[in-house]
């Protein structure tokens, strides 16, 4: 069964840079894509990036973009959102999510079939 799990959130102040980890586990990210997503109090869940391990195909959402990149490291299977100069609005809890099928970059949320359980990412001073 395939598993994902966040980690690497923490407190941050503005400016500051953070990186979160999305371990898989039960399939093999070489031929998957990842995205992460983020939603914060009394906000709807938006998609942040994604990459398609598969290609490299990889997508930014504009308010990222420039400030946040996706790499990953097939060889520990996990995928990692390197975040710098943050804001108090990158504030959120940090979802990693993938498809049960081939698709491309980006992916909404409605199409995902597995998810993490969130990893809370705090920016304030």
């Known amino acids: 069964q395939l598993q994902l799990v966040e980690s690497g959130g923490d407190l941050v102040q503005p400016g500051g840079s953070l990186r979160l980890s999305c371990a898989a586990s039960?399939?093999?990210?070489?031929?998957?894509?990842i995205g992460w997503f983020r939603q914060a109090p009394g906000k709807e869940r938006e998609g942040v990036s994604c990459?398609?391990?598969?290609?490299?195909?990889?997508y930014y959402a504009d308010s990222v973009k420039g400030r946040f990149t996706i790499p990953n490291d097939n060889a520990k299977n996990t995928v990692y959102l390197q975040m710098s100069s943050l804001h108090p609005d990158d504030a959120a809890v940090y979802y990693c999510a993938a498809p049960d099928s081939y698709s491309n970059c980006p992916i909404a949320a409605s199409a995902m079939a597995y998810w993490g359980k969130g990893t809370l990412v705090t920016v304030s001073s």
């Open positions: 990459i398609s391990s598969y290609d490299g195909s990889t």
């Open positions: 039960g399939f093999t990210l070489d031929y998957y894509a």
